[in-house]
């Protein structure tokens, strides 16, 4: 009798079918944030990509001239000007955050009863808009009603009060310390995150074997922290290199357009000199350099194993 062979047919369409709707249910997840990025930024960013081909007046027709707006940006000194200033600003301003919350996370990651306070207290200033903060030190700064010179005159530090506007070395210094006092306790926060995940048995393990303070900051918390200081290193440089507000507002560029931003350029021609297209081609070269700087610093920092 010949023996009889069973084969079992895989169902595949079944399990195909699982599958689409797997791939069905994440595609749905993620439209609402696809859809965002698409009308927020996609679709602006080649609006002005197509804007800054032509010349485009905020009155009439705009006219198709190519790259004429880049030709442009090579001769304008003043771009060149501002944009050495940000970057002059982007590196100071970067370095003395750093300075100052890498100090402060350190602190307030040690458990204490007062700990929690002092979080709140160095982060609380970030909650104020950059708008409101500007304003709050253009008050301060005031020659005639403003605290600081007042306070440097009756002091006996300065013979009479000063105009800390008047010059370009007190109008930057002012500046950074109002973006430091601002910003420095949202830095804290994204080093504090990194501090608190390096294991303690680490620390332990290093301590007993001897090795100094120094040497498990140098040799385990930093090397451990790269991927957290990267992400603070980036959103600091992009912030700085988008700076506005607070030299808008409290120096208008001056003394003597000294501290007159990229972004503040831009501003300028676009919505004060009508210049809507050649607004547009600055920002796309922006955009560019700051694209060039994150990838220089993510490959910077990257781990041996990678990120």
Avoid at 123 to 144: E, I, K, Q, R
Avoid at 212 to 228: D, V
Avoid at 234 to 245: E, H, Q, R
Wanted: overall charge positive.
């Amino acid at each position: 009798m010949p023996e009889t062979q069973f084969t079992t047919a895989t169902p595949r369409r079944p399990r195909r079918g699982r599958v689409r709707r797997k791939q069905l249910v994440g595609l749905l997840f993620v439209a609402p944030a696809v859809a965002l990025v698409t009308v927020f930024f996609v679709i602006p960013l080649c609006m002005t990509f197509w804007m800054s081909l032509h010349n485009w007046p905020l009155m009439g027709a705009p006219r198709f001239i190519g790259l004429g707006n880049y030709a442009q940006m090579l001769h304008d000194s003043q771009f060149w000007s501002s944009l050495r200033f940000t970057v002059f600003y982007t590196l100071i301003v970067t370095v003395v955050l750093f300075a100052v919350a890498f100090p402060l996370a350190i602190f307030v990651e040690k458990p204490d009863a007062m700990t929690r306070f002092y979080r709140t207290a160095y982060f609380l200033p970030y909650v104020v808009g950059f708008g409101s903060a500007s304003l709050l030190w253009v008050w301060l700064m005031n020659v005639d009603s403003g605290l600081f010179s007042q306070l440097a005159w009756r002091l006996g530090l300065t013979e009479k009060p000063v105009n800390l506007l008047a010059s370009f070395d007190t109008t930057f210094i002012s500046i950074i310390v109002m973006v430091v006092w601002k910003t420095v306790g949202f830095n804290m926060i994204i080093l504090l995150t990194g501090l608190q995940g390096i294991s303690t048995e680490v620390q332990e393990a290093a301590r007993v074997d001897g090795a100094s303070s120094w040497q498990r900051f140098r040799r385990i918390t930093l090397p451990l922290m790269r991927r957290t200081i990267a992400l603070a290193l980036i959103l600091s440089v992009s912030g700085s290199m988008l700076a506005f507000d607070q030299f808008y507002i409290i120096s208008d560029g001056g003394p003597q357009n000294q501290t007159i931003t990229t972004v503040f350029w831009i501003f300028s021609q676009s919505f004060m000199s009508f210049h809507l297209g050649y607004g547009s081609a600055l920002s796309m070269v922006l955009l560019l350099i700051l694209v060039t700087i994150s990838v220089i610093q993510l490959r910077l920092l990257r781990n041996p194993e990678g990120m």
